[in-house]
């Protein structure tokens, strides 16, 4: 399992960044997706979750109404549009799968600052 993301980076509050997590190594289709973030001196917290068709998600309260989650299985990636970008929204993001048997796997981790 491999995922390569991008898309992080330095935005002025109320900004905006697109996140992608592009996979390889399971069959993408067939698995919810999420993102994960960790700020520093906190717990890694769950953003995001898009069921393998795409047609459920869920998000933390903290991001409602301004993230979206989308996948696009041909592309076998997922992505996290963030919108009115906040500085508590600082963190490193990470994409997740949980395979068969609870097994999780994540990505590298790209790190968003949220900063004026």
């Known amino acids: 399992v491999r995922f390569v993301e991008s898309g992080g980076g330095l935005v002025q509050p109320g900004g905006s960044l697109r996140l992608s997590c592009a996979a390889s190594?399971?069959?993408?289709?067939?698995?919810?997706m999420s993102w994960y973030r960790q700020a520093p001196g906190k717990e890694r917290e769950l953003v995001a979750r898009?069921?393998?068709?795409?047609?459920?998600?869920n998000y933390a309260d903290s991001v409602k109404g301004r993230f979206t989650i989308s996948r696009d299985n041909a592309k076998r990636t997922v992505y996290l549009q963030m919108d009115s970008l906040k500085p508590d929204d600082t963190a490193v993001y990470y994409c997740?799968?949980?395979?068969?048997?609870?097994?999780?796997?994540w990505g590298q981790g790209i790190q968003v600052t949220v900063s004026s």
């Open positions: 997740k799968v949980q395979l068969q048997g609870a097994q999780n796997y």
């Open positions: 190594g399971f069959t993408f289709s067939s698995y919810a």
């Open positions: 898009i069921t393998s068709g795409g047609g459920s998600t």
